[in-house]
């Protein structure tokens, strides 16, 4: 257990106007720009996808031009990775990291606010890469989806140049942010805060830091290389210089792959609290969890061509791949394990961020199932760019993901806001956005199946039925998430007024120090190191 | 782990959003530069200056946070750990150069020629002979072919043996640092900036020579694009890495670093040696081999 002694002198005086936003060295305020930001973000992915949904409602050309709706693709994936879950993911971390610890703040405090204030100028940039493409002679709309590959994206126009400089910003940003992250961890910990005390989501954002430390500048390279190719006359992705293509696939997706677990190992973290926290005992096997985490962080950097089994490598690489990628599981799995022995014999009870945390345990393996599919070569070969892959990562992205980060707005809320949010419509939420995403999502598993391509604005009539339930479903799903926005303004105006410590399992096995401070929390929480027995 | 009493937090500050707008007025003029839209470079160049004002009132602001006392060891700690993550971070990024290097020699080049699993013969075009530097290209048409590749002797050995002596020169300061050796200090400072401009300078006449002589362009096919590549964003870091040199020799100068409190000093020594090991890398994968 921990015991804490803060000490509210002169330091803990708030600046005022819009310049603490602006100048903020403040991990909380930073932390709520991020995640205010992610928010905006994701109505905004969220329309983007509600408009290729109602194109596919019937068959033929319903309201936009195949142009557009292959430009919707692209900026439907960059702002839901880039724009929404990261930056959330962020937000948590700078929010809770700290007072998780016992520190009184990130470790590079302005660096911090760099990391934030860079990712409004890519979504301005990324903004201007839609609507350069409807001024005259700027050539065409971005049309690669977020995979950019060329020589489709060399050939591109305009707007293309403004995504490459939006990933590089979000490059830097994640850069910047991760290195602040993982110094924090190291460097920060309060006295006593040993790393096997560490709470779950603090390893998993550890975790998630080197990661981003090891993958971002490659992405960078390989979209420096894009841009050499499409201005500088270099031959990086032309054959006829010596060049290749298939390059561009290697860098994107060395990136690519590890990315998904930087998507999906801060939501670990969180449910390796909310779970243990609603089941009332310590989570099963905290250590063993922690080198599953490292498992999964080293082999996601080994298995990235699973993405591209199609591009003729030989059979030698091909088979390493395949049982790189099916090992994978074995960590992943183990995860989801010991979160359900954490349930077994647990008093548990299911708020909303329990909702969340079973809905992910069950949705997410199913994806790791249908990932296992993906992963053995001569299947894949069927199943490669249809609508079984778009069902497959939807399944292990918006639970993997999406809702681990939902079940960490509801489990801490009442920390941000210093108000309880309304369980009642918090349930309906889960209930409301879990139905909409299975209805959306499981039959594109079938119309996969059965052949139908993925990024295609027009398919074959006897695809229509599928397609149809899968856009009521989204429809349902992306109006879920207006009820979402009322709860957290709710929230944030009022309501019950939230005791420091709102859960009753939370002080159970490795904790933080963060239900010991006052909801919310003071402006500054740790101006000395708290002492950890 | 703590040492301190007292946490240091600095107040509010407005360089990081000076620094995130300048970032992205610089890139908005350098894309519409490149697409030959004429305000483009004015834009850009306001980026630049924008920039430069960032770096002198950030880093002023810290010097002066530093030399006031404000910093416990924790803050030092903090900064040499993100300086380590991001020279990491740089490191992927040439490697992400050196991997693309290798997959050409290895896989591309060879597949193109005939070789492999799957390429019986070379379909695509006849004839084409795989070599390493590749100087006939498979369809020259629209590049610009060298006559010849980059050698390894002469100006690159000569380079090698600069930058090497300069990772020297540098640690030699850093002991006379270690000593409380003022002269040492500077005159190794002094010592390793003039061998980075001598590289640098060598370096241009070398890129001079290659585009005069050789027509060994960007624009060659593969062996100059990823020549220039590697060589040109190692330039680029040589050239960061000599003004964070000139900058801590004349700090250095003006008594800034002691004995214990030299952070700055240490991360562009670190930045350099780093630098000084791409550069090997360089000499042995893309000039040598």
Known sequence: ?533 | MTTDDTYFIPEPSRWPIIAASGVFVLLFGFILYINNIGIGSMIGAVGILWIAYLFFGWFGAVIDENLKGDYGSQVGTSFRQGMFWFITSEVFFFLTFFGCLYYFRDITIPYLGGEGHLAKSNLLWEGFVATWPLIDLPDPTNYSPAKEAMGAGGIPLWNTIILLSSGGTITWAHWGLKKANKNQLVLGLIMTVVLGLIFFSLQAYEYFHAYSEMNLKLTSGIYGSMFYMLTGFHGLHVTIGTIMLIVITIRAMKDHFTEENHFAFEAVAWYWHFVDVVWIGLYFFVYWL
């Open chain 1, 1 to 533: 257990m921990s015991e804490v002694a803060t000490h509210d002198d002169h330091h803990d005086h708030v600046p005022s106007g819009i310049g603490r936003w602006l100048f903020s060295t403040n991990h909380k305020d930073i932390g709520t720009m991020y995640l205010i930001f992610s928010l905006v973000m994701l109505f905004l992915g969220g329309a983007s996808a509600m408009v290729m949904r109602m194109e596919l409602f019937f068959p033929g050309l319903q309201i936009v031009d195949p142009d557009t709706f292959n430009n919707l693709v692209t900026n439907h994936a960059l702002i839901m990775v880039f724009g929404v879950v990261m930056p959330a993911a962020a937000g948590m971390a700078n929010w809770m990291i700290p007072i998780m610890i016992g520190a009184p703040d990130m470790a590079l405090p302005r660096l911090n606010n760099l990391s934030f204030w860079l990712l409004p100028m890519a979504g301005i940039m990324l903004i201007l890469s839609m609507v350069v493409s409807y001024l005259p002679g700027t050539g065409g709309q971005v049309n690669t989806g977020w995979t950019l590959y060329p020589p489709l994206s060399v050939q591109a126009g305009m707007g293309m140049d403004f995504v490459i400089f939006t990933i590089h910003i979000l490059g830097i940003s994640s850069i910047l942010a991760a290195i602040n992250i993982v110094t924090t961890i190291v460097n920060m910990r309060a006295p006593g805060m040993t790393w096997f005390k560490l709470p779950l989501f603090v390893w998993s954002w550890f975790f998630t830091g080197l990661l981003l430390i090891m993958i971002m500048p490659v992405l960078a390279g390989g979209v420096t290389m894009l841009l050499f190719d499409r201005h500088f006359g270099t031959a990086f992705f032309d054959a006829a210089g010596g060049g290749d293509p298939v390059l561009f696939q290697h860098l994107f997706w060395f990136f690519g792959h590890p990315e998904v677990y930087v998507l999906l190992l801060p939501s670990i973290g969180v449910l390796g609290l909310v779970i243990p926290t609603f089941s009332r005992k310590p989570l099963f096997a905290y250590k063993p969890l922690v080198w599953f985490m490292a498992m999964l962080t080293a082999l996601g950097m080994v298995v990235w061509a699973h993405h591209q089994y199609t591009i003729g490598m030989s059979l030698g690489v091909t088979t390493y791949f395949m049982i790189g990628t099916i090992l994978i599981s074995i960590p992943v799995g183990m995860m989801l394990m010991s979160f359900i022995f954490t349930m077994w014999r647990g008093s548990m009870t299911f708020e909303t961020p329990m909702l969340f945390g079973i809905a992910i345990i069950l949705m997410f393996s199913f994806a790791g199932v249908t990932g296992v599919m993906l992963a053995v070569v001569p299947a894949d070969l069927q199943y490669h760019d249809s609508y079984f892959v778009v069902a497959h990562f939807h399944y292990a992205l918006i639970p993997g993901a999406l809702f681990g980060l939902y079940a960490g707005v509801f489990y801490w809320l009442p920390k941000w806001t210093g108000h309880m949010y309304d369980e009642k419509l918090g349930k309906i939420f889960f209930w409301w956005t879990t139905i909409g995403f299975n209805v959306t999502f499981f039959p594109q598993h079938f119309s996969g199946l059965a052949g139908m391509p993925r990024r295609i604005v027009d398919y074959s009539p006897q695809f229509a039925e599928f397609n149809f339930i899968s856009s009521v479903g989204a429809m349902a799903f992306g109006l879920s998430h207006l009820l979402f926005l009322y709860i957290i303004i709710k929230t944030i105006r009022g309501g019950e007024k939230a005791p420091d410590n709102p859960w009753e399992g939370s002080q159970i096995g490795t904790v933080g120090l963060e239900w010991n401070l006052p909801s919310p929390p003071p402006f500054h929480s740790f101006t000395t190191p708290p002492t950890i027995k």
